[in-house]
């Protein structure tokens, strides 16, 4: 008998994956896999790039290339393996979509959140529709690039667009249909076309409680914005994870060499896949460490009072009806754009672990940055504003490149300990470890950090909860697993090995 496998392609800001995860071992012939297997069968560099009227955007087809081959890879492996392939999940980061036109063709490639043309656009939407008012509903923190605020700079015109020269309003009036970026790939892979609700629900435009599109919010809009009074009807029918999308169509079973594969709806925000695979258990908070480190609780139901919108938590919406009480911290982005600039000037890649080394030598505490501040958010120079930072504290930080990673980090630690210190008071949970998964959670010195600033102990790993989110919840969908959260979280403790740090004094 062949083992059952599921592929999850796993986009994320700084590279696409597709990871074939292989459920049961070798010895466990009978009964409900305990553990599962990830083979990486692609991965592909991924970024904004900007287009040429320095638009930022994502370049999609390229990593449709990169997904059809990472296909193509898992198929071989499983072959060598012995694996029968069961399902394909999609996930992504969150909030950015693309537009297809009448003929269900892309109209342009996706901007980036991170694109200028929002600045200025949630507080222009506020004045009209308070800030309140759309927490008490989609229950979501502040920032200012959430799809909403997009949508509305689409259709403004003047300042707005004349940021990127672009005319983003025009992709508005050829839209049919909004796909945010998962459910894109999903559309290429079946010709079906969903609203995976986890990711939906970082839209702004999702009602936190009931999971459903807000017919308020949605009203209010087309009401402010004429020109998206269309736009309740370009949004797709919602899913939750586990149902089923469609088949492979027969094009892509013809470029993957797979067969009639299912595409199974998973929790399609990356975040909300690696909470779900992340080995929580009571009172525990998690940091999902990558690009951005989202650092919360995971929660029965949303929090919306007034002092959870004063601290901007957030209620994105997780597996199993559950909430993702968290804030978005800066995240690894400062760190990774730094080493880009030096890679850059060096012609060389820098050497991250080197470079870790050598800030974890650094003496600590120098001084604190507010990571969070929006001057961070654009690509570019990372280095120069960071020092520029610095030096507003009025420290005179010595110009090396570990002594300013050695603050990044120390910051960063900082924001979160601060994040899951709000969390536990607005929530009423009383925190007992941090969980630390993603890429960042190889990051020695950073788990260190953490711990010491939060006064708990971490325990960092997996590395690809994500990955693990993604193939977790097919396998259950097809009952190759069964059971609640608690039990996908068993298969993923006695598949992967945990770090565990303990709050001592780092220097
Ligand atoms: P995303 O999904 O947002 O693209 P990942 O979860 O893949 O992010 O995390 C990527 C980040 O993990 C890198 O940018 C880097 O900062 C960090 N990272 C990757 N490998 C290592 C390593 N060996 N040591 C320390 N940090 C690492
Ligand atoms: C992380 C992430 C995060 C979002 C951001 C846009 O990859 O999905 O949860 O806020 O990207």
Redesign the pocket.
Known sequence: VRRPGFVAVDL????GRVMLGIMGSESESEGPPSKVELVECGRFA?GPRADDDGALRWDVRALWGGILDGLRSAGRVASERGVEIRGVGVDS?AIDHAFLDASGDLVADPFCYRDPRTDGVADEVYRRIPFADHYAVNGLQHLPFTTEFQLVAGVSTGSTTEKTGSASGGEWARAEQLLLIPDLIGYWLTGRRVAEVTNASTTGLLDARTRTWSAELLGRLAAEYPELAGLRDRLPELVEPGAAVGHLLPEVQEATGLGDVPVLAIASH?TASAVAATPLRDGAAYIS????SLVGLELPAPVLTKASRAANFTNELGLDGTVRYLRNVMG?WV??ECVRAWSADDGAPVD??GL?DAAAAEPGGRCLVDVDGDEFLAPGDMPRRVSDAVARLGVDLPGTRPALVRVILDSLAASSARAISDASSLAGVVVSAVHVV???S??ELLCRLTSKAAGLPVIAGPVEA?ALGNVLVQARAVGVVSGDLAALRDVVRSSVALRRYDPEPVR
């Open positions: 994320g800001a700084t590279s991924n980061w990356d460490s990558g690009t951005w690894l760190l990774d991250l672990p870790l993603g890429g960042g190889q990051n994500t």
